[in-house]
């Protein structure tokens, strides 16, 4: 229990410790020579001209969320598939019959979408 608990703490001390120092560092090597010209937008040299507000089409939001949906299904369809023989050995096909049921809640909220006619761009 001691040496979990200790692997989990250096983890996390490690997740924490190792990022702030790549800021670190990077703050300190990188040049900071500040020009008003630098501190225009995109940093083209030129003003920039419009309004900053832009409106997109929720579609795009739509199909982001689908993407978003259908690439979790993946994280999650990996390591079961890296596992199952055995997980099988261990529990039985309650793991086969529990992915499917998964996959097949996803299907229905595809189906849903595309009967709603989300999909469809116009």
Same mark, same amino acid.
């Given at each position: 229990?001691?040496?979990?608990l200790?692997?989990?703490?250096? *983890?996390?001390?490690l997740?924490? *410790? ?5 800021l670190?560092?990077?703050r300190?090597?990188?040049?900071h ?17 419009g309004?900053?507000w832009?409106?997109?089409h929720?579609?795009?939001?739509? *199909? ?10 993946s994280l *999650?369809l990996?390591?079961?598939?890296v596992?199952?023989?055995s ?21 229905l909220?595809?189906a849903?979408a595309?009967?709603?006619?989300v999909?469809?761009?116009?």
């Amino acid at each position: 229990m001691d040496t979990n608990l200790i692997s989990i703490s250096i *983890f996390i001390a490690l997740g924490i *410790f190792l990022p702030l120092a790549a800021l670190a560092i990077g703050r300190w090597l990188r040049p900071h020579l500040p020009t008003p010209q630098k501190r225009i937008t995109y940093e083209s040299g030129s003003d920039p001209t419009g309004e900053s507000w832009v409106q997109f089409h929720i579609r795009y939001y739509l *199909f982001a969320l689908l993407f978003v949906i259908f690439d979790v299904e993946s994280l *999650f369809l990996y390591p079961w598939a890296v596992v199952y023989d055995s997980l099988r050995q261990e529990i039985g096909l309650f793991v086969l019959w529990e992915m499917l049921l998964f996959v097949i809640l996803l299907f229905l909220g595809l189906a849903y979408a595309w009967r709603k006619k989300v999909l469809e761009w116009k």
